[in-house]
């Protein structure tokens, strides 16, 4: 790694925000209609998908601790900077309908919050070891494809 985030903070947070669904193993799951278990299970496999789309353009960059590898900035990183995490969000809500209850609903928000810190510590690291990275964050946002709508038009 050409970068590592310093501290605990960082360490805690990819643990908790990649293992505390895990948890949802041992929670009361509630009834939910056929209809909701086809929604989850469709949501459950499209961020699946996704996930291994966007692993397949980390390659080697990846891992689950905040380090700069290689900045990756093509593919579906060219459309938000954190695709994997919102590939992951899609099978969170996917998990969280699939385990309907208050016990799994909070347990997914802590899990979200991890990984918002995640983001936020990855940007870190990557704006401190890559210079090009500041230009890629003010092009790319952060996790919600903007697909033009609210990126600002070429000056002529």
């Not at 469709?42 to 601790?65: A, D, E, K, N």
């Not at 309908?97 to 810190?117: E, H, K």
Request: aromatic share 12%.
């Amino acid at each position: 790694a050409k970068g590592t985030a310093a501290g605990i903070e960082p360490r805690i947070s990819a643990i908790l925000g990649t293992f505390t669904t895990l948890t949802l193993i041992v929670m009361p799951k509630g009834e939910i209609p056929v209809e909701a278990k086809y929604l989850a299970l469709f949501l459950i496999l499209t961020g699946t998908i996704l996930s291994v789309y966007c692993l397949y353009f980390l390659g080697r960059s990846f891992s689950v601790m905040a380090h700069a590898r290689k900045l990756v900035t093509y593919g579906p990183y060219s459309i938000v900077r954190h695709p994997l995490y919102a590939a992951e969000m899609i099978t969170l809500f996917g998990v969280t309908i699939a385990n309907f209850s208050w016990q799994a609903t909070v347990v997914i928000l802590i899990t979200i919050a991890f990984q918002f810190r995640r983001m936020v510590n990855e940007q870190n690291i990557l704006r401190a070891t890559f210079r090009e990275y500041v230009d890629y964050e003010k092009r790319v946002p952060m996790i919600i494809p903007a697909f033009g709508l609210l990126k600002p038009r070429a000056q002529r």
